[in-house]
């Protein structure tokens, strides 16, 4: 199993569709989490993403297969079987030691009571759309910012220009025969 190229493919996955289908296994959603007050009020969080993992959903869709395929360059019947083992691997791996992570992407853990869970890598940017909005905690001291002195500005007095006054040329009238 390559963790690398299936944490990059994975992750470009579930960031383009919102859902990751992994046969036999589940699927892994990208759900929206709204701002939100800590319980005493007094810290704000940005809305976000979360990553779910669906226990329940053990349908297919093809999204995953031709992913695999293109990035591999081979054709759809290899990368099924390529596919196939990867994910068996995976599988097997999360269950045996209860944790597996791919770098990048996330830690899957796996508990007979739960089942499948996910949770993403740090640094892996879920939610581009809170242009990096962190928790703002209330409760914490704002420094004041430092008065500036006020400038007033300079007024320069205007200047009179003298202006000279164009020659005038003395009308002549036509002169009719």
């Given at each position: 199993?390559?963790?690398?190229?299936?944490?990059?493919?994975?992750r470009?996955?579930?960031l383009?569709?919102?859902?990751?289908?992994?046969?036999?296994?589940?699927?892994?959603?990208?759900?929206?989490?709204?701002?939100?007050?800590?319980?005493d009020?007094?810290?704000?969080?940005?809305?976000?993403?979360?990553?779910?993992?669906?226990?329940?959903n053990l349908?297919?869709?093809?999204?995953?297969l031709?992913?695999?395929?293109?990035?591999?360059?081979i054709?759809?019947?290899?990368?099924?079987?390529?596919?196939y083992?990867?994910?068996?691997?995976?599988?097997?791996?999360?269950?045996?030691?209860?944790?597996?992570?791919?770098?990048?992407?996330?830690?899957?853990?796996?508990?007979?009571?739960?089942?499948?869970?996910?949770d993403?890598?740090?640094?892996?940017?879920?939610?581009?759309?809170?242009?990096?909005?962190?928790a703002?905690?209330?409760?914490?001291?704002?420094?004041?910012?430092?008065?500036?002195?006020?400038?007033?500005?300079?007024?320069?007095e205007?200047?009179?220009?003298?202006?000279?006054?164009?020659?005038?040329?003395?009308?002549?009238?036509?002169?009719?025969?």
């Open positions: 199993m390559n963790s690398e190229f299936l944490s990059g493919l994975y470009d996955i579930i383009r569709e919102g859902e990751l289908i992994l046969p036999f296994m589940g699927s892994i959603l990208l759900e929206d989490v709204p701002a939100s007050f800590s319980e009020g007094m810290v704000v969080t940005p809305p976000s993403k979360k990553l779910v993992f669906n226990n329940y349908s297919s869709n093809d999204i995953l031709n992913e695999y395929a293109k990035r591999r360059e054709s759809r019947f290899a990368a099924k079987q390529a596919l083992k990867d994910l068996e691997e995976l599988r097997t791996k999360a269950e045996k030691e209860g944790v597996l992570t791919l770098e990048g992407f996330g830690t899957f853990r796996f508990s007979e009571r739960e089942g499948y869970t996910v993403p890598a740090p640094g892996f940017v879920i939610s581009t759309d809170t242009f990096g909005l962190t703002v905690d209330l409760n914490e001291d704002v420094e004041e910012p430092a008065e500036e002195p006020v400038v007033e500005p300079v007024v320069e205007p200047v009179e220009e003298k202006v000279s006054e164009p020659a005038v040329e003395p009308v002549t009238e036509p002169v009719i025969e």
